[in-house]
């Protein structure tokens, strides 16, 4: 009964320092279940099992709690009613101040560096490695920063634009190919996947090495926000030790890739499996997020489709988008991509540490405290959109243009030395994908109501929407589908 003792206390002291009350509760009764039950002091054997029962139900729990409690952070709209814009909560049981609100958030953002600096949590600065852009500081990120730019300059992305088409189109009739139901988001996170592998790291992929490495990186997305314990069975050691597998993402993606990682003219990560992890960790489930929240309005807002349409016909471009700058000519598609990441961002928010004491909307935060900057309240609650809830691409339009009144209010992709590097070529993705949709395909729910939607790891319909495609000829008559 000692072992069985202590076995049990070595269990709430791990969890204790994490400090989650209701799964210490729980934890503590499985543990007494599975130790107790038998009555007699359990053999070495069947303390290790029970064990291993107790962890696996912990860390399985704990990988959904923490979603649950992260999205709970999101979503706390009481909290931010009664205590104000800035607040303290708990997060993957560490206090952690909340801030909402343009010009709080413009202090945050502006201050990288000096009042502020990005810190993710430990499981992601784990998992992606310490060497990347996000978990590098300073005078190194600077220098990572201009290095990667590249990949992301006008004429890098003018590039890639054909090949990108070219994918979409492919992906397209495929979904219209399908027999039944198409579940619209692991569709795009495939999608993105192919993009970022294939075209933006320009590796040549077989299709069987794409399915394998998109399944990988699945388990990590689904681990990237866990509680930092490389412990077995837990989510950090699944993706970390994967059986058969390369012990890190990194390595694994080199070995998986190193008959086709350099050389390249695009490819400029000769050595840095580990940036080319990030961004394509990075561009992954954000793009197909966004991608799949753009299916979903213009399914539901059939009159944004059709002005959309018309823009098209008008440019005579209804097939062909060659270039970046014939992209821009296209105003309302504009708006409706802002559109769509502003009702439904797909990151909620980022992550600071504060590098000194100091006052933020009256309340003082710490040195070394962490902090949370939300984006969809922020987006959610600024005054300078007018009728938030609904989907209004027009707000965006020349007459109107809300964003204009307060730089703040709409920070889909962050502000300042943070902001997303990869923004364009996930704007250029968006509108090639709601290009090729537009002209050569209809598509229709195939469920009797429109999904729920879930805010983690990022926003994305509960069941992935279910849709089902037709491809469609110029004048938008349905086409047999192709056995
Ligand atoms: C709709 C799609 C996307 C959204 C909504 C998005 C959003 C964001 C946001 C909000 C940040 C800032 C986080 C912070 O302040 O800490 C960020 C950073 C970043 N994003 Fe994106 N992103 C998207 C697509 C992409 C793509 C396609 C790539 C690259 C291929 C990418 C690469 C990065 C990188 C490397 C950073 C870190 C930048 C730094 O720390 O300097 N993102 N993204």
Redesign the pocket.
Known sequence: MANTESARRKIMLILSDYYIPNLCIKIKITALEVFNNTGKTPSRHTLYKGLKIVMINVLNLNGRLNFLMISKQYHSTPSRQKYGNVFKTHLLGKPVIRVTGAENIRKI?MG?HSLVS?Q?PQSTRIILGFN?????IGEL?RQ??RI?AK??SHSALDSYIPRIQQVVRSRIRGWCGERGAVTVYPATKAL?FRI?IRI?LGLRATDQQLTHLADIFEQLMDNIFSLPLDIPFSGLRKVRHRPSQPCCLSVCLSVCLSVCLPPSPLNPFPTSTE?AV???????A??A???TSLMLQLLQNGQVLEKMRQELEQHGLIRDCEWLETLSRLRYLDCVIKEV?RLL???S????TALQTFELDGCQIPKGWNII?S?RDTQETAAVFLNPDTFDPDRFGPERDENKKGRFNY?????????????E???V??KILAIELTSAARWELATATYPKMQTVP?VHPVDGLKVRFHCVDAKGNKLPTEE
Do not use: D, M
């Open positions: 953002l990288e990005a993710w990347t852009l996000a978990n590098s990120h990572r920063r990667l990949v992301f993105t970022a933006l940036s990030e961004l394509i960790f990075a561009a992954f954000t793009t997020s966004a991608s990441l961002p797909p990151v928010g980022g992550y600071r900057y984006i920070i889909p992709f962050g502000a300042g030395v943070r902001s997303c590097i990869g923004k070529l996930a704007q993705i968006l990022v």
